[in-house]
């Protein structure tokens, strides 16, 4: 097994781990770096959608692009993210589309995705797929299937989990961004807006 940090570890934002199993990939988050987006933001006159190639161009993807090079692009079986901030989640709309995979995370997560996509008017091929908090997802590998764990921890934004892959040489956690609050506070209007369309559907 091989882990490949490709965003996320020198900055804040970015954020993209890859297992490497041999036959299997399994992708960790997909973010943004903020810091450069809105940079650009503020060179603009008027508010506009970016491609692909303008925001590789700032640093403001990760550079995924190293998994083509180690010919591991083709053996991605499964996109996981961990919660619904920008700099684990903002890349999707601009990378997913490289990868034969689907897209998973809880479903205030990836409410908060679809949202993103619709705004942007952007649509990806990928499947997406929806985990509840404290469940499990199966990934459907070359040979075998991979059990990862959703395991919900408190966070600045709704269904955060940390996630568990079990694989033959062991359990992977892939621990992202929590915080050890009881009673913890979502404040930012976003947030707040997208909580009442969320629990307004269901």
């Not at 940090?5 to 993209?16: A, D, Y």
């Not at 060179?43 to 190293?66: C, F, H, M, N, V």
């Not at 998973?104 to 908060?112: D, E, L, N, Q, Y």
């Given at each position: ?17 890859v297992v490497d199993m041999g036959d299997d990939v399994v992708i960790f988050d997909a973010g943004l770096y903020l810091p450069a ?31 083509d090079k180690l010919g591991l692009k083709n053996k991605v079986r499964a996109i996981l993210l961990g919660h619904a901030h920008l ?116």
């Open positions: 097994m091989k882990i490949h940090t490709i965003g996320g570890f020198n900055e804040v934002g970015k954020n993209m781990t987006v809105i940079e650009l933001q503020e060179e603009e006159i008027q508010p506009q959608t970016y491609s692909e190639k303008k925001l590789r161009s700032i640093g403001a993807l990760p550079d995924d692009k190293i998994l700099d684990h989640i903002g890349a999707i709309p601009y990378l997913s589309y490289r990868y034969k995979a689907p897209v998973v995370g809880t479903p205030f997560t990836i409410a908060v995705l679809k949202k993103i996509l619709q705004d942007e008017k952007i649509k990806i091929p990928n499947k997406i797929k929806t985990v509840n908090p404290n469940s499990s997802f199966t990934i459907k590998g070359k040979k075998r299937n991979y059990k990862v764990e959703f395991i919900n921890v408190t966070h600045s934004t709704l269904q955060t989990s940390m996630m568990a892959l079990h694989t033959p040489q062991g359990v992977v956690l892939y621990a992202n961004d929590f915080k050890l609050d009881n009673t913890p506070v979502w404040g930012c209007p976003q947030t707040i807006m997208l909580l009442k369309e969320f629990q307004n559907k269901g």
